[in-house]
């Protein structure tokens, strides 16, 4: 029996690596196995459980472990991890505060920032992080997360230099290249932006959403024939990528193919039957090639799949302009205008 | 060897072909009856070929019976073609141009031009160029003849040119034929409507013209002037204007004034001149010849008024212009006389022609056609507009295709909305002939926004939203309101003639004045954006009524119904004095008042014995003292002004009332100010 659990805690010593948990709580289970370490049997077989991601029976473990040993740090922090996998973000909280109430680790701050995030606290998940960087400074994965939610609070200046830490500690953190490019586009810094994206890609080739990042980029600088050629790189790299079939699409009409264009919008709607983008898109394709029925019906279609998508009202009423039908189009344009279009404002002059 | 031989036969087949085969009885041995009639009917197109292009229409009639019998004579598909590009078919003379050069491509000099022009009208650009310039190398003389005939080509691949631009570039207009009720199969032309696009008068070559008659000089009916209105949004089946607008003459319509009431036609007698008509009640004035300010020796043709009817720009080919026909424009003195012509040019005119002036109802677009502008073909339809602070017009504008096609575009005329043109043209769609069209332009195109979404942040699954900002269109909207509507007798609401003075408040300057109709009560007055306007509709043995309409420099079209209800003078009738004006807070009277002053001073003066109560009112900010002061004292000011108009003191009153008997709301900025008032009543006369 005491051999058996040992071959288990030995175990998990090897499957271990693999996930979250921490590993070095592994080493300390291996070597305290006197056979009187009942806490520490149930913690490895918690990790064991969470290996094969047999979370409930990790937790249940857990569990036992800390009711053996009440101030047992690394079994609150690994319940933390387990309640994170199983989506109980609030209890993962808890366990993360008890767990820093015993020792202040920074891995605890970064996982409890990844929780808080969960829960959609971001303040609260920033300060973590920061706290994580406090006490480890060359903790790069703080730093890039950090800058993720600088990026998502529109503070793209504050993100940049948190993916450039990043990327400083983890000089090929291929993720960091990514989102550092990104706000750097957010900030206008095409250029800079798509370095950043190339870097990436040196970093990891098979990243198709930096293809697809990149060529964005290249669209908004009206490199139309770069962007459609990474375009179809990022198609070429992730299976059923709609986004870029959708912005393939859209590239397309910007380089005035229109039946190029039609055609990934339609590509995009058979991969995501409900992509109320490419719906509307395609509307915009079919309006330049003079199919202002199909323009509107696909409009008509995008308005169903989002009840409160603004711009196809405005696009739809375009559509209906040319089909003679004002009052529609005066309708649709107001109803634009309440759902936030300011640019329908220029067309309803002549409604009643 | 017998595929050779077929071979050879097709060969020859196709030789034969395209042979010129002349019109005589040689060649015809075996049909000779066929060819008599044929050859007649050669000879009867042939007398009318040669009076000229009015009788080309006839002409080609016959041409075409012989052509049937006989296609491949080079002369006669020559001359089809040339029938056909001079009348209405003129597309279709390509087929024959191009068959005649094939059979002999000596058949005439001028077919290389001919062709051209025929391209040229198809749209057809570098065949077009292609053309005159073989033309060109025709030309071999030195003449002036040859020389002239060179640089017309030389004008034509230039307009060749400028269309293929233009055509890149389309306007964004629906063009919808009128409609039968407008449209006959005759020519229909000419088209006038009022500002609110409720009167359309045209011109037609029917056969119910007045006296029924065909003019033999260019063997159509004489025109007459018709007149539609629209009901509930349908053109009404065209009238004939009858006398005595119409006469046994020509009659064409080419200019209406804003509100429909004044007609300016076009008489053909003298070389043309001009004549005026205004609609008393129901019933059009006879047409009086303008003075010889506009009217000359010369040709005046088209005219049009200024909305406040004080201008009359015109045409007129008399010397002394820049050359050609030439626009020019005269305005009227204190006396009601048109006064002394002023060329309007070289920023409108050219050393070509101009024709077909129309001045937009804001008083400083003037639309007119050119054919010596970088037009597309013939005459093009250009745009200026009339800068009053340096007094001067911007540089014109081509309205662009499809309004302009490389045949003439002339007589355009274009609601106050800016919405809508009319013109005529010859569309095999239409319902024959000329045929009256309306222009619905729709302005820059309108973008579709497209969305997207990329995957920014590595750590995130869910795509990203890429903001959009739908871009701003400039908006090229007419600056003017309408006010328009119906004058009546409050009492039995009976429609009146009453006067409307449009006054300039601070200028204190009567812009224009105008005349309901008196048997429909209408009236309609065009108001540019940027000033503050009194309006004060005037009848005698009635209370005056007034209006203030401020309208900034920045709004946008708007068409405003006002239906006034005048009052007689009656004790306890009262009218709101909607002119006068009070410094904030203060009962000092502003200057723009003025105006409202002197018109309350001449009822004084008019009924001697009128005696009237001034009140004053305010909304029901500020405490209920305040208000009763400043009512009070507001109207005292009023009263100050007319005793030292020499008013007598015991014929006035005055009282505040302050917030009491408020007419709007106090809850809303329009209804205070509508509280915000001074009026007067009658208390005895």
Not at chain 1, 166 to 182: E, H, T
Not at chain 2, 64 to 91: H, M, R, W
Not at chain 2, 208 to 223: K, L, M
Not at chain 2, 404 to 430: L, M, Q, R
Request: charge should be neutral.
């Amino acid at each position: 029996m005491k051999t058996k659990k040992i071959v288990l805690a030995l175990f998990c010593v090897f499957a271990l690596n693999s996930i979250n948990a921490q590993t070095d709580t592994i080493v300390k289970a291996k070597i305290l196995d006197d056979g009187s370490q009942d806490a520490e049997k149930f913690y490895n077989s918690g990790i064991a459980n969470f290996a094969a991601k047999n979370f409930k029976d990790a937790l249940a473990d857990f569990d036992k472990a800390i009711g053996v040993k009440a101030d047992f740090e690394k079994a609150y922090y690994n319940r933390g991890s387990t309640k994170f996998e199983m989506k109980d973000y609030k209890g993962a909280v808890a366990d993360f505060d008890k767990s820093l109430s015993l020792l202040q680790n920074p891995d605890s701050y970064f996982s409890r920032g990844q929780a808080k995030y969960a829960l959609d606290n971001k303040t609260g998940a920033l300060a973590d992080y920061s706290k994580t960087i406090e006490l480890k400074s060359d903790h790069a994965q703080a730093y890039y997360y950090r800058g993720g939610i600088k990026f998502e609070t529109a503070d793209y200046k504050g993100a940049v230099d948190d993916f450039t830490q990043a990327i400083r500690i983890k000089p090929d953190y291929a993720y960091a290249f990514n989102d550092r490019g990104s706000a750097k586009r957010q900030l206008e810094d095409i250029d800079g932006a798509i370095a950043d994206y190339t870097s990436a890609l040196k970093a990891n080739p098979a990243m198709g959403f930096t293809y697809n990042n990149r060529a964005s980029a290249k669209r908004k600088k009206n490199d139309f024939k770069g962007a459609i050629s990474d375009y179809t790189e990022a198609i070429s790299k992730k299976e059923n990528y709609y986004v870029a079939y959708n912005n393939r699409g859209s590239a397309k009409y910007d380089a005035g193919d229109y039946q190029g264009a039609l055609e990934d919008f339609t590509k995009a709607i058979q991969l995501k039957s409900d992509y109320a983008f490419a719906f509307n898109n395609r509307a915009t394709a079919k309006f330049k090639l003079k199919d202002y029925k199909g323009s509107a019906d696909d409009c008509t279609k995008a308005i169903q799949l989002n009840a409160n998508y603004g711009y196809s009202y405005l696009n739809r009423g375009i559509a209906k302009e040319m089909l003679r039908d004002n009052a529609g189009a005066c309708s649709d344009w107001k109803k634009a205008i309440e759902l936030g279009v300011e640019s329908a404002k220029n067309y309803t002059g002549d409604c009643n | 060897m017998k595929k050779i031989i077929l071979l050879l036969l097709v060969v020859l087949a196709n030789t034969v072909h395209s042979q010129n085969v002349e019109f005589v009885k040689e060649n015809f041995a075996n049909n000779k009856d066929k060819f008599r009639e044929a050859k007649g009917r050669l000879d009867a197109g042939d007398k009318l070929f040669v009076q000229g292009p009015m009788f080309y229409k006839l002409a080609v009639y016959h041409y075409f019976a012989a052509n049937q019998f006989n296609p491949d004579n080079a002369l006669l598909n020559f001359k089809i073609g040339k029938c056909c590009l001079y009348s209405s078919n003129k597309i279709r003379s390509i087929l024959y141009l191009e068959k005649a050069l094939k059979l002999n491509p000596a058949v005439d000099p001028q077919i290389h031009y001919m062709l051209g022009k025929a391209y040229h009208l198809d749209l057809q650009w570098d065949k077009a160029i292609e053309e005159f310039k073989v033309f060109q190398k025709t030309l071999t003389g030195t003449d002036a003849e040859s020389l002239s005939l060179s640089n017309d080509a030389d004008k034509q691949i230039a307009e060749c040119l400028t269309g293929k631009d233009l055509e890149k570039k389309p306007v964004r207009v629906f063009i919808d034929n009128a409609g039968p009720e407008v449209n006959s199969k005759y020519a229909d032309y000419g088209t006038v409507i009022s500002a609110d696009e409720s009167v359309m008068l045209f011109t037609s070559r029917r056969d119910n013209t007045t006296g029924g008659g065909v003019d033999p000089a260019i063997n159509d009916y004489f025109e007459d002037i018709y007149m539609s209105t629209k009901k509930d949004g349908k053109w009404t089946p065209a009238v004939n204007m009858g006398p005595p607008i119409n006469t046994n003459d020509h009659e064409s319509t080419t200019g209406l004034s804003a509100d429909g009431q004044k007609l300016l036609i076009y008489i053909g007698k003298n070389n043309g001149d001009l004549f005026e008509s205004e609609l008393k009640g129901a019933v059009w004035s006879k047409p009086e010849k303008m003075n010889k300010n506009i009217n000359t020796d010369y040709h005046e043709s088209s005219a049009c008024y200024s909305p406040d009817g004080k201008l009359v720009y015109f045409v007129s080919d008399k010397p002394g212009g820049l050359g050609g026909s030439d626009i020019y424009v005269s305005a009227k003195d204190e006396k009601g006389r048109w006064g002394k012509a002023v060329n309007l040019g070289p920023s409108i005119n050219t050393q070509y022609n101009e024709e077909g002036v129309f001045i937009h109802p804001d008083g400083k677009t003037l639309y007119f056609s050119s054919r010596g502008r970088e037009t597309m073909g013939g005459y093009d339809i250009f745009k200026s507009v009339f800068d009053d602070k340096t007094k001067t017009w911007s540089n014109p504008e081509n309205l662009g295709y499809p309004v302009n096609t490389p045949d003439d575009d002339v007589f355009f005329a274009i609601s106050a909305s800016g919405k809508h043109g009319y013109y005529s043209s010859v569309s095999e769609k239409g319902l024959g002939e000329k045929d009256i069209y309306m222009i619905t332009f729709l302005g820059p195109e309108k973008p579709m926004i497209l969305n997207n979404e990329d995957n920014l942040l590595a750590s995130l699954t869910a795509p990203v939203k890429e903001t959009v900002i739908a871009p701003v269109i400039a908006i090229k909207e007419a600056q003017l309101t309408i006010l328009k509507g119906k004058i009546t007798d409050a009492l039995t609401q009976q429609p009146l003639e009453a006067t409307i003075e449009i006054v300039d408040n601070f200028r204190n300057e009567i812009i224009a004045s105008f005349t309901s109709n008196s048997s429909t009560g209408n009236y309609l007055v065009s108001l540019p954006a940027g000033k503050n306007y009194g309006i004060a509709v005037k009848k005698e043995s009635y209370l005056f009524h007034s209006e203030n309409f401020d309208i900034p420099m920045t709004a946008a079209f708007q068409e405003v119904v006002k239906d006034v209800a005048l009052s007689n003078v009656a004790v306890g009738n009262k009218i709101i004095l909607k002119n006068i004006f009070f410094d904030f807070g203060k009962s000092t009277l502003r200057p723009e008042s003025t105006n409202e002053l002197e018109r309350l001073t001449k009822l004084l003066n008019d009924i001697p014995t009128l005696k009237i109560e001034i009140s004053g009112f305010t909304d029901s900010k500020s405490s209920a003292e305040f208000n009763l002061k400043l009512s009070e004292s507001r109207a005292k000011s009023v009263v100050d002004y007319l005793v030292k108009a020499n008013i007598k003191a015991e014929r006035l009153t005055f009282v505040g009332y302050g917030k009491e008997q408020p007419i709007a709301s106090n809850d809303t900025d329009e209804g205070r100010q509508l509280n915000r008032r001074t009026e007067f009543k009658i208390l005895s006369k």
